[in-house]
């Protein structure tokens, strides 16, 4: 299965003490889909080219999906098959 970045739009809530929450994020598509729940956040290493990215593992439409965020290029994306 070959896979793709896909970069999206991400709304997040920032803590005080310097956590970040996404909330939702835009398909490219230009839907919104809401982050259900939150389950964990580590530094795992992305199966697309990416730069030291932080993998948030999220529930959105009750699936449990990976949602990267790179801090070097200040970017989200998803990983999704190619077509």
Not at 20 to 29: C, F, G, Q, R, Y
Not at 30 to 55: F, M, N, Q, Y
């Amino acid at each position: 299965m070959q896979l793709r970045k896909v970069c999206v739009e991400v709304m997040a809530k920032f803590s005080r003490e310097g956590g970040v929450k996404p909330l939702s994020l835009v398909w490219e598509d230009g839907r919104t889909l809401t982050i259900d729940k939150v389950k964990a956040v580590e530094h795992a290493p992305a199966r697309v080219s990416a730069l030291l990215p932080v993998r948030f593992t999220c529930v959105i439409l009750g699936k449990e999906r990976w949602l990267y965020f790179e801090p070097e290029r200040q970017r989200w994306f998803v990983e999704a098959k190619s077509e």
